[in-house]
Structure formats: C-alpha cells, structure tokens
C-alpha cells in the first residue's frame, strides 16, 4: 500500500490508539486536539494546530463520533474547540474526510466545498467489531452492580442486533439463564438456535418479573411505565442502547429500580483495542478508494 499522509483530529483514547496503529503501520500520521493524553503515540506527530495537522493531509480522520453540538469537533481530550469549518477549510480540497457517525451538519458544510466524506461507523466489520468491548463491557457492569453471581442469574436481552447477540453469547458461557425478546421472527428462530429464550417482543411486561437483569439494546422507550410496574425492585436494568435511551428513567427512579445507562463503552472499557478496530476499517477504506471502488 502506498504510504499515506494521515491527520487524526479529536477523539479520545481510541483515536490515540488510532494514530499510534497507523503509524506502526507505516503511515505519516499526526494528531491535534488530543491534548491531556500522556499515554503512547508510537511514531504520531503531535501539532499544535489544526493548520499545522492538515497541511497536506491525503486523509483526515475524525472521530467517533464525529461531532458535539452541531459545529463542533467531538474532542473531549483536546484544550479548546474545534470546528468542522476549521479542518474543512484547511485540509487539502483533494483529500478524504473519515468520520463516525457524522452530523448532518458537518455533511452540509464539507458538502458544499466538495469534500469527499465517507462514514467509517457505517461499515460493517466495524460495527460487528465494537459489539465486542460493548458486550464485555456490559458484563463487566453487571458483574460489579448485582449482588449475585451471573452463573445461574436469569437475563433479559431486549433485541437481537448485532450487539444483543455477542452479548447473549458472552452471558450464557458465564451460566446466565438468557432469554431474548425481539420483534422479528427470525431473530427468535436464531436465538432458539443459539439455546436462548426467545420471545415476542410484546410479551416482556407478562415475564419481566422473572429477571434479575435486563439488557436493552433498542433505541427508543420500550421499558416504560407498563413495564417497570411490574418489574421487580431489586432488577438491574443496563441500558446499551444509543439516546434517547429504552428506558422512561423518570419512572424507573419513582419505581426504586436501578438503571445503568451504558453508552460508548468501547472507548471505555477497550479503548487501545476499539481504536485498532477503528484503524483495520480506515485500511480497508483506504484499499478499496485505491483501487478505485466506492469504499
């Protein structure tokens, strides 16, 4: 593969794995905006501006995600703002923008100087990957939350995506009793066959009682009131999924019942291993650009 400019602006412990990787990997990587970091940049420049990074950048990365209110970079590590009218305006017309998760916002703005952005947390091998750290992550949660051993627990996994499942897995080999309830009836079949529970999703108020825990993964309210009044005081709810959440927390408080809410756990629980899936997808990325196909 031909060597590579690669500028990394943002991010937080991945995407200093991130330019860590690609520089072992033989690139010409630097970084900004990843300021109260001490930790390991192997062979990563660090600048001190945005200018100074984007100088001639063939690919410039952002992170995951990509953007904080509206206009502004997602840099939770660096000393002050970025903005996504800073790094369009100054990296190279030529070059490829990678973000995660990019704001519509940010589409409009590089949309209009002609910058070519492709959306990294929409591959597939990505998203498989990061369900990984979020599962163990998950575990890991409840191992430290619930006064019981998971061996012999019984769980509740709402939905059946790509994270639900890696999760369900994970739970049964550590002797958790799993049932998984999903709308689809092809999830169902695929969680029998794994030697789940499987259940329509409408029956989770008539079972919920029996849980010691319970797992969401579906983006939107569906432990509501109906729900949480029949649930058990002493069940722990985690709740994976991306806001506005699966969980009415207002209700659930007034309920007693405890609820984790459990975002970006890859950056949290893996962030050295998150950030070298993040860096395998840029490659892949960059393969395919290079033989001319729409990556």
């Excluded at 660090?46 to 952002?62: F, H, Q, R, Y």
């Excluded at 990294?120 to 051993?149: F, H, K, S, W």
Aim: with cysteine; proline share 4%; hydrophobic share 45%.
């Amino acid at each position: 593969m031909t060597a590579k400019y690669i500028s990394v602006i943002g991010g937080d412990m991945r995407h200093a794995a991130l330019a860590r990787v690609l520089s072992k990997r033989g690139f010409d990587v630097r970084f900004y905006g990843i300021d109260i970091y001490n930790g390991d940049f192997g062979g990563a420049k660090k600048c001190t501006s945005a200018e100074e990074a984007l100088a001639g950048a063939d690919i410039v990365i952002l992170p995951l995600p990509a953007g904080s209110g509206g206009i502004y970079i997602n840099a939770p590590f660096a000393d002050g703002e970025i903005t996504i009218d800073e790094v369009a305006e100054k990296m190279p017309p030529d070059a490829l923008l990678l973000g995660g998760m990019i704001p519509q916002e940010f589409l409009l703005r590089t949309g209009e100087r002609k910058i070519k952005c492709i959306d990294y947390y929409e591959r597939e091998e990505l998203t498989v990957m990061n369900a990984i750290p979020t599962a163990e992550g998950a575990v890991a949660i409840a191992m430290d939350e619930l006064p019981i051993t998971l061996n012999g627990m019984k769980a509740a996994v709402l939905g059946f995506g790509r994270v639900a499942n890696i999760l369900s897995h994970k739970l049964a080999a550590l002797g958790v009793s799993v049932t998984v309830f999903a709308r689809k009836i092809h999830a169902r079949a695929w969680a029998r066959a794994y030697g789940y529970g499987a259940e329509e999703f409408d029956a989770i108020s008539a079972h919920i009682a029996e849980y010691d825990c319970v797992f969401n993964t579906v983006p939107r309210v569906v432990i509501d009131s109906a729900v949480l009044g029949k649930m058990r005081r002493d069940t722990l709810i985690i709740d994976l999924a991306s806001k506005p959440g699966g969980v009415d927390c207002i209700c659930a408080r007034e309920c007693g019942i405890k609820v984790i809410p459990a975002l970006s756990l890859p950056g949290r629980v893996a962030p050295d291993t998150a950030g070298g899936y993040i860096a395998d997808t840029v490659m892949n990325i960059i393969r395919e650009t290079e033989k001319g196909g729409e990556a």
